[in-house]
């Protein structure tokens, strides 16, 4: 569905398994917890899984030039393998998609079990004031229970990056949404649905759906500094916009494995999790947004591959953060080598794995590269001609290794610092909303670094390192003109933006 524009070559390491190769392991590791995220720590071979098989589905995953960003797997409660691909951390917050939706029909569960809403309350008893004019049969009989499963009666999907842009009521936005079938009988995945549970519990609460879940479900789980966006009106999307790590998302999946319990303490109720985690729908394909698959196994999914995946018949849960084309091509390689890896294990392989991935990463080192031209156009301006996407100017600045890239359109004035010998960490404002599923956070994470391709190409590479996304940024010159070019690794729309031409100020 979605293009992979990725590197040419995909590097993957930089895991920890149990106590095995303690040299390439945090400190944390020979201790039975982790001081960070409170999750006991085992080696592969002592939780019966073969770290040959989980070699075999990285291999895989590199041959298939997908990207992983983090990595997490727990048996029987215990975490036995961990990594994260540089320049992305397993502390590092990441942009979750449409996994979204597991965390937050989960405190949706948690309103119902306080008895502040049913399955079978009609969606539009919660908003008498934001009824459409006319209110058809279909619209009059969708329940709740129709928009955990997804079938809300719509045709159509909606995504979150179509309302993002939209500043006013989302709540009336999906009620003047056609309902084409019978609530209950077809289903269409759509992030619409997933923001109307999240409305319902706020209004039936008084809470944002975040505000709700924090004492509830965030805290006893130790999920601590995640950011969730809000929408119009102070609600929760519910079905995107949650920022969390790695092992948040483990977590996630743990607590279902573990039948809503979490250290004796209940967070959902039994009947919960059972219906949540079963068949809902006719092909047997969702439950209350959590997919299924195959053997049991059923997960929380993301866009571009951020996925839980529980396998209640082995007592294990694997997190991954990944920039993928979706699950189309990521899926077939998790169920080919999972849950097969829960066969056994052998004491060398946790070693033999540590040390075959300790390292690597996700961007190449730099090489330092120069141009003559860096004299000519450093410190100079360059005005845009008109453009589609409103940028002004842009400007560069080289010294002391670094190139700064300045960057004028209608929201400001934005800044990257660009690393020419060695990679740089910074934050941004950079507009990349049209490249970046229509998120546009007010500040981004930014890892940037430069080349020169020749001696008139100068090309940037932006990772936003709580995101999937990857920019790369082309810019050529031509005596007094450029052209300036953008493009990203993955997105679900274009891959570029059209060409920018810009002349060099005379001042």
């Known amino acids: 569905m979605m293009n992979a524009n990725g590197m040419s070559r995909r ?35 002592q939780q019966g899984v073969d770290a040959q098989a989980v070699i075999a589905f990285l291999d895989d995953v590199a041959a298939n030039e997908l990207e992983l960003h983090d990595f997490m797997l727990a048996r029987g409660g215990k975490v036995v393998a961990q990594g994260a691909w540089w320049p992305y951390r397993t502390d590092r917050l990441h942009m979750l ?23 079978d309350d009609k969606v539009i008893s919660f908003f008498p004031g934001e009824l459409p004019a006319n209110v058809s049969d279909n619209l ?42 019978r609530p209950g009988t077809t289903f269409v995945y759509s992030s619409a ?16 759906l975040r505000d709700y879940m924090e004492p509830r479900f965030f805290t006893p789980l130790g999920i601590g500094g995640i950011e969730w966006e809000s929408g119009p009106g102070g609600i929760t999307p519910g079905g995107n916009g949650l920022n969390a790590r790695i092992a948040d998302l483990l977590k996630l999946g743990l ?65 991954l953060f990944s920039a993928a084309d979706f699950s189309a091509r990521l899926l077939p390689l998790v169920w080919k080598h999972f849950p097969s890896a829960f066969d056994g ?7 033999a794995l540590a040390g075959r991935l300790a390292g690597a990463r996700v961007l190449p080192p730099l090489r330092g590269s120069n141009s003559p031209l860096v004299a000519r156009i450093n410190g100079r301006t360059f005005r845009a001609e008109p453009n589609s996407d409103g940028i002004e100017s842009l400007r560069f600045d080289f010294a002391g290794g670094r190139c700064r890239f300045t960057l004028n359109d209608a929201r400001g004035t934005h800044r990257v610092e660009v690393g020419l010998r060695d990679w740089v960490e910074a934050r941004t404002t950079m507009t990349g909303n049209k490249l970046h599923h229509q998120y546009q956070p007010e500040s981004m994470a930014v890892v940037a670094g430069g080349t020169w391709r020749d001696p008139s190409t100068f090309e940037m590479t932006w990772q936003f390192v709580e995101t999937v996304f990857r920019d790369t940024v082309r810019c050529r010159f031509d005596g007094d003109a450029m052209t300036f070019k953008r493009s990203v690794n993955i997105n679900s729309a274009s891959t570029a933006l059209p060409a920018v031409r810009a002349v060099m100020t005379k001042d």
């Open 345 to 351: 294990g052998r004491a060398a392989d946790g070693a």
């Open 11 to 45: 590097r993957f390491g930089a895991l920890s398994f149990g106590g095995a190769a303690c040299a390439a392991l945090p400190s944390w590791a020979a201790g039975s917890l982790a001081p960070v995220d409170g999750l006991a720590r085992a080696r592969p071979e």
């Open 193 to 208: 649905v997933s923001f109307m549970i999240s409305a319902i519990v706020s209004k039936t609460t008084g809470q944002s």
């Open 255 to 319: 607590l279902y494995n573990q039948g809503g319990m979490w250290r004796g303490k209940r967070i959902l109720s039994p009947q919960w999790v059972k219906a949540a985690t079963a068949p809902q729908v006719a092909s047997g394909e969702y439950g209350y947004q959590w997919w299924i698959g195959p053997g049991g196994a059923y997960y929380a999914l993301g866009l571009f591959g951020q996925l839980s995946i529980v396998f209640p018949q082995h007592d294990a849960v694997l997190a």
């Open 97 to 119: 998609h449409s996994a979204t939706k597991s965390f937050a029909v989960s405190g949706a569960a948690i309103a119902i079990d306080e008895g502040r809403f049913g399955l």
């Open 140 to 181: 009059a009989a969708m329940r709740v229970r129709d928009l955990l499963s997804m079938e809300s009666g719509h045709e159509f999907e909606i995504s979150g990056s179509a309302w993002r842009p939209i500043k006013t009521s989302w709540v009336a936005e999906f009620l003047k949404v056609p309902v084409v079938h």
